[in-house]
């Protein structure tokens, strides 16, 4: 007979001095067992959307037996779960356990919670400078999410505190997660209205979604009517119609309040307001004294624009017209506040303030909130640990004011607290990704807190980081964030998520100062309409103390070479994570040096040896002759070389390069940044995938109008249309038909110099054709064809930045466009995909192979063979 499974009898949160006593006359069927929990919250608690499974944040411990009549004495803080297993094999019934409950028996002690009584003393007195004599002051508090472990122990040491000075208490709804079972929710849910009936203040509970159990499709959902018994047990007595899970009370004969219910599970559409609520709302809000004030309280917004979660708020349109038809005859609606966002926000766009109240549980999850709310930093042990307001409703100056316990600002209906707070707060707001945080981050942060007495950090989201083209974000969002708080400097953490939201910014916060890196000179310029707009300067290099993410290296580049690409891979480069340019190699210090100035280097050097000191990456822009031997040093020197094409005119040469960098262990690549462009990627998926059948035949063509004084037409030996634009090419032909072909010729005309200003090269394979048109002094369209057995794919020009192409089959009707994103000039992805090859982050290596630069060297050295025999035929 197999073991019977342990059941949980009772669950409790313990701390020191705290005793179970087990009756000695406990039927020896049952053997029982105490389940111990170290409470400690983890990080995605607090800061990402997750709850834990079985309502405990900590993680299982020891587990010990326990015998009839013992007394077990706690010495710390656990979480303890009484199990009981029956002996026989079977199953305990609801009487089994009801029995066990019974001679088990806790003595608890009220656990004495550090708070931070001056923080609290000065709510106090705020609320005493405040208070008028017809004011009504109460304690409203959402979304506790309770758990074993979390902080409620600290919300009600702080609502104790606080008691004097409260007329009431409301709970917006939420109470639970509502993941466990009927019995264990309703003994969480009873534990804390024994501390709610503790402070002997009138109780008014509002019912929200959690609170029906049904979470992650929880079987055990309870009834509209076993929620009513349950959380509102104490609201009854002040209930105008007992019984009801929607009902109104009076705050001392000056406002009424109606609380109404915004969820049921029953319904199709969960989120709303039942038809009965709203007929019965209509009879007694039209009952409402016109000189008597109303408070509207639901724990889900009445409007879609105010909710992250639901697509529809079933007659949420109609409670709206019903309440706005009212406040156009007699304006007497205060206000209507909720909670289930987690977030504040005061929306003041229709005819009354709609007040949404941040969450009492220890989180700030920032996805899921509607547009504008604000989400406050939560740190666990500190006073951002809790949050509810203390309301102020002051009836005759038409003026609530909710002051902050906690995390998070006070905020009023009529602003009067934030505009005494902005007239002597300086208030500061800069931005960034943060990621990989390092020294250059640190420093920033800190100057920028001394510009004032208050520091708002965006940081950016993913989505809007690929968006503007910054990619091969290493560390997640939660992660950034946490970084900046972990500095101490920011006072607020927003998230930057669109375009435009800086100006937003500025305005919602009352920003004085708007501060970036000096980098970012003059692009900001336009923020001086609203603030004043300070650039800092920027550190220089990467600090050995930058944060580093396990086994990710910084990329330290030095660029070899000062050409037109340098400058552009420079300017790329701040669009790739984990990469600074240090410095720059020319063995003319002169350019260098220029280069240098021009974008804000560490260094220049005319001495190699010197750059391999100071860097781990080298970027070869060069000319093309001389990339061979800069890469090959590089590599023996132990750096990680990029190299702009073409890698090598020699196969040889190539060879050797790749078989040095797998004896280093380094990374060497070739930058011919189409290879790693979004669109001409999923291209080449698309076409390998089958869409076009067996491809036969590919024509790719890139061709410009040069002026002839320049590099690509004055290098006798490396110059002509061919190795400057034959890379790109020779690419999707290598890449669609392979590197092994069965013949090669060649045609170009040539300028004065020997230098072909204009090649094609014919190529057949096996089973199929290919051509490459490149052209310096001739203009063609820039087109890439590829044709297959069932159809072909013509990309628009220029093919070599693919943001558009479309797949053509002989009945037109199934044509299929496709639109990808080109950022910036496109070197962002060949460094992106350089630094995570490196790191082992992503592998893009696959995207162009050693072998795949191997034949392409190949054939750059048949060419030039070729070419040198024309010229001596020539002559």
Known sequence: MSEAKRQLIDRREVYPGDELHIEPNLSPACELALQYYNLLPKGEWIHNYTYASDGIWGEKDKLHLVQAGAVVKFSRRVGVDLLARSLSGGTLCENDISYLRQHCHWQLHSPIQEIDKQKVQRIIAQVESIRQPSDIVLAVLTDTHYTLGGNWPSLLANLHELRASLDGLIHLGDFTDGLLPKRETTAYVNNMLQGFAELQKPFYAVLGNHDANYFHINPETMSMSEQVTLYQQLTEPYKREPGQPYYSFDLQDQVRCFVLVSFDAAEKHRYGFDDGQIVWLKKEIDRVAANKKIIVLSHIAPILRLDAWTKVIRNGDMLMTLLEEHQKRYGNILAYIHGHTHADYIFRERGFPIV????????????????????????????????????????TRNDIYFLRVGAGESRSLSGKLAKEERAVMKKVITYGSFDLFHEGHYRLLQRAKALGDYLIVGVTSEHFDENRGKLNIVDSLMERIHNVEKTGFADEIIIEDH?????????????????????????????????????????????????????????????????????????????????????????????AQKFQREFDLAFATADLAELWQKVNAVYIASPHGTHYEYAKKSLENGKHVLCEKPLCLKKQEAEELFALAREKGLLLMEAIKTAYSPGFTRLISMVKSGVIGEVRDVEACFTRITPSNLRELTDTNFGGSFTELGSYTLLPIVKLLGTKFNDIRFESFFAENGLDVYTKVYIKYHNALATSKTGLKIKSDGQLLISGTNGYIRVTPPWWKTTEFEICYEDYTQNEKVFTKYQGVGLRYELSDFVSTINGYRNGGFKLTAEESIAMADIMERYLAWRKKQAQAEK
């Open 499 to 591: 375009v435009g939201q800086k100006v937003e910014d500025i305005q919602k916060y009352h920003v004085d100062i708007f501060t970036l890196g000096s980098d970012w000179t003059g692009k900001f310029d336009y923020l001086q309409e609203y603030c004043q707009v300070v650039y800092l300067e920027r550190t220089n290099g990467i600090s050995s103390t930058m944060k580093r993410a396990e086994n990710y290296e910084l990329l330290r580049f030095g660029v070899i070479g000062c050409g037109r690409i340098a400058g552009r891979f420079v300017d790329e480069s701040y669009s790739v994570s984990g990469v600074n340019v240090e410095g720059v190699y020319n063995p003319h210090i002169d350019s």
């Open 356 to 395: 949404s109240i941040g969450c009492a549980k220890c989180e700030d999850m920032l996805v899921h909130k509607p547009k504008g709310f604000f989400t406050p930093r939560r740190q666990w042990g500190t006073y951002t640990e809790i949050l509810f307001d203390i309301m102020v409703v002051s009836p």
